[in-house]
């Protein structure tokens, strides 16, 4: 199976900063990962697909990179709205596996 | 619009059974493979099953296997999710989601395991 290894699991920031989530595959994975925002008491929302795609209708400045088999979410300039926790997902191999999560608050 | 309702949660004691649906619209669900996902209260997010666009092949995660079926009815545009011998440590808020990429999530729906 593949763990998906997320970090760090909480991080405290403020508006306008830059912030990266970091998410390793114990083994490759090629570019099938996504990334996810949950705001508190509501469903998680697909942000990233195939490792750097943005979905539609996702502020440009949410973007995602890999290298090997570690990837990145980087938030260019934090606005308010994205204080929430973010989930990579790797959807290449059965059994599909989420990382642990981070949990982005305001500093 | 994309819509994927979740029902069929509750308060279930240890070692029932219950059976989630998730009713589908807005897309052709027979061209789509389906995810269960759960989450458990202040936890991440854990994979339960996945079921092909035909039904033809299932995957699921190794805590739930032989307890869980997951199902799907593509003429009545519905996901199913029948859950036996049900444990406490799997109170949760389980989802419907779209794909194996999981680019479509439903509201959820709590399933309460307690006596």
């Known amino acids: 199976d593949i763990q998906m290894t997320q970090s760090p699991s909480s991080l405290s920031a403020s508006v306008g900063d830059r912030v990266t989530i970091t998410c390793r595959a114990s083994?490759?994975?090629?570019?099938?990962l996504g990334w996810y925002q949950q705001k508190p008491g509501t469903a998680p929302k697909r942000l990233m697909y195939?490792?750097?795609s943005l979905q539609n209708g996702v502020p440009s400045r949410f973007s995602g990179n890999r290298s090997g088999t570690e990837f990145t979410l980087t938030i260019s300039s934090l606005q308010p709205e994205d204080f929430a926790t973010y989930y990579c997902l790797q959807y290449n191999t059965f059994p599909l596996s989420f990382g642990g999560g981070t949990k982005v608050e305001i500093k | 619009e994309v819509q994927l309702v979740e029902s069929g949660g509750g308060l279930v004691q240890p070692g029932g059974s219950l059976r989630l649906s998730c009713a589908a619209s807005g897309f052709t669900l027979s061209t789509y493979w389906m995810t269960w996902v759960r989450q458990a209260p202040g936890k991440g997010l854990e994979w339960v099953a996945n079921i092909k666009e035909d039904g033809s092949e299932k995957y699921y995660a190794d805590s739930v296997k032989g307890r869980f079926t997951i199902s799907r009815d593509n003429a009545k545009n519905s996901l199913y999710l029948q859950m036996d011998s049900l444990r406490a440590e799997e109170t949760a808020v389980y989802y419907c989601v779209r794909g194996v990429g999981n680019d479509k999530w439903g509201q959820g729906t709590l399933v309460t395991v307690s006596s």
């Open positions: 195939a490792a750097s």
């Open positions: 083994q490759g994975i090629g570019n099938d």
